[in-house]
């Protein structure tokens, strides 16, 4: 399972929308290293001036690792974050997440092409 859903917030989604609000706190709740990696990108993309920030330091665990995965996988969870931060996220091999100012379009271009992904390639992440 993706992400601890409680029993209130499973109650509200049955009878309609939830908002973004809530839909965050299950996440970071749900998914906390996933939430501390993707909030401290934030943090350094906010902190300098550069077009993005990205993390290049592997999970410690493969739970740690799942989480990631999870947050970055779900089009729903990355867009919510996306939306709260006003960034771009983008995502290679198991561990390189990156958040993106919304001007950056040439840096989140180059960063999700396909030249990048085999650039970023490594044996130590072949079975991740």
């Known amino acids: 399972m993706s992400l601890a859903v409680s029993a209130d917030l499973l109650d509200r989604a ?9 839909f965050l706190d299950c996440i970071r ?5 996933a939430w501390d990696v993707i909030t401290g990108l934030i943090t350094g993309l906010e ?3 550069e077009e993005f920030a990205d ?8 739970a740690a690792r799942g989480q ?4 970055m996988a779900s089009d729903a969870m990355r867009a ?4 709260h931060y ?5 995502f290679q091999n198991c561990h390189r997440a990156a958040a993106f100012r919304p001007s950056a379009t040439v840096a989140l271009a180059a960063f999700t092409s396909s030249r990048a992904q ?5 044996p130590e992440l072949v079975d991740c």
């Open 68 to 71: 990631l995965l999870r947050l």
């Open 47 to 49: 902190a300098g001036g």
């Open 29 to 33: 709740t749900s998914l906390p290293y």
């Open 118 to 122: 085999l650039l970023n390639q490594s």
């Open 80 to 83: 919510a974050v996306e939306r």
């Open 86 to 90: 006003g960034v771009r996220l983008a």
């Open 55 to 62: 993390n290049q330091v592997p999970p410690p665990d493969e």
């Open 14 to 22: 049955q009878r309609g929308e939830v908002d973004d609000a809530a």
